[in-house]
Structures are given as C-alpha cells and as structure tokens.
T-cell receptor
Framework: RKEVEQDPGPFNVPEGATVAFNCTYSNSASQSFFWYRQDCRKEPKLLMS???SGNEDGRFTAQLNRASQYISLLIRDSKLSDSATYLCVVNFNTGGFKTIFGAGTRLFVKA | DGGITQSPKYLFRKEGQNVTLSCEQNLNHDAMYWYRQDPGQGLRLIYY???????QKGDIAEGYSVSREKKESFPLTVTSAQKNPTAFYLC????????FGPGTRLTVT
C-alpha cells in the first residue's frame, strides 16, 4: 500500500462546478499536511496547508480527519484557471523527518 | 529573494554519459531533496540530505549519486546505470513547506 494515495483522475468538470479531492495516508505518525498545485511542465507550488480544524482560502476548503487518516480539498465555483494537477503532501517523523507526495489528481475545468 | 535555483532548465545527453544536475539554495535550510517526475506521474524521491555531509537514499536511488559538501548545494549525478533517465527532475528544500526549484528536464537519447 502506498503511503499517500489520491483519487485517480482526471476530473473533468464544467466551469462553476464544485469538485472534491480526497487523499489517504497510512502512517499515523504523520504530522503536517498540504495541498500543492502543479501546472503542466512546472514545479509544484503550495496551495494551502491543512489544519486539524479545517481551513478555507477563498474558493478552496481543506479538511483533515486524523481518525480516518484522510485529507480533502474542495474547490467551489471552479474556474478555467483551476485546471492543474493537485498533489497531496504528508510530512511525518519516524526516526527522521520525511515528506511524501501523492501521485496527484488531474483536474480539467471546461467552459 | 531567497529560493532554489536549478540549472540548466533543459538538458540533452547521449545514452551512456553521466550528467550532473545543479541545485543551489539560499534559504539557509539544512535539508534538501531530489525528486523525479515522469509524465502523468507523481513525485518520487531519489535522494535527500538532512544536513551537510550526510545524505540518504530515497525510493528510487539506483543509478543516481549525490554529494552535500556545502549547505547551499546538492548536485545530482545521473549515471549511465540509470535505465530510464529521461524525466523531469525537481530539487526541493523544506522548512514547514517544501520549496521547489524550477526543475530540469533531462532527455537522454
């Protein structure tokens, strides 16, 4: 089993739609969680951190469920510019700090 | 501005040649990472270094080598032993989040 697993993509949605991505992690020692966005042929960039209480940044909402070991990202009112790959990232410390990236979920927003 | 630089952006090599990818950071971070990304795939960890003069193998270290003689620099050598070297290589350095360089796209023919 992979340490971090994401929904298989791609997701194809119309503009204005709401779309949700899930990500599960296997290591209960996981300490911090993030969503990154990666555009085609570019480096990943931090979209938002994920806090235990859940957090929102404009149209984006991130949730963390430690008991079930998953995080989610909700995008409301999708824009064409949201088309990208979204990477789930988990940091954990088991005798050494380590960062694990999910394989990413591709989102296509169409007009 | 603090950040990570990678050079060159595009690199072409013939099969059988070793090639070294540069990664420099001026963030004063201790840790540095090398990832590989293949088309439509996620990031896979090649090597990482938590401190100067120390580095550890990641999940796909075979065919690669690194050095960490200076805090600012973490070069990656893709050796001829790497069977499928054509890929997008990303250098990163974490504090709370991962900071990425712009990447080097290596093509081996």
């Amino acid at each position: 089993r992979k340490e971090v697993e994401q929904d298989p993509g791609p997701f194809n949605v119309p503009e204005g739609a709401t779309v949700a991505f899930n990500c599960t992690y296997s290591n209960s020692a996981s300490q911090s969680f993030f969503w990154y966005r990666q555009d085609c042929r570019k480096e990943p960039k931090l979209l938002m951190s994920v806090y235990s209480s859940g957090n929102e940044d404009g149209r984006f909402t991130a949730q963390l469920n430690r008991a079930s070991q998953y995080i989610s990202l909700l995008i409301r009112d999708s824009k064409l510019s949201d088309s990208a790959t979204y990477l789930c990232v988990v940091n954990f410390n088991t005798g050494g700090f380590k960062t694990i990236f999910g394989a990413g979920t591709r989102l296509f927003v169409k007009a | 501005d603090g950040g990570i630089t990678q050079s060159p952006k595009y690199l072409f090599r013939k099969e059988g040649q070793n090639v070294t990818l540069s990664c420099e950071q001026n963030l004063n971070h201790d840790a540095m990472y090398w990832y590989r990304q293949d088309p439509g795939q996620g990031l896979r960890l090649i090597y990482y270094s938590q401190i100067v003069n120390d580095f550890q193998k990641g999940d796909i270290a075979e065919g690669y080598s690194v050095s960490r003689e200076k805090k600012e620099s973490f070069p990656l050598t893709v050796t001829s032993a790497q069977k499928n070297p054509t890929a997008f290589y990303l250098c990163a350095s974490p504090s709370y989040e991962q900071y990425f360089g712009p990447g080097t796209r290596l093509t081996v023919t």
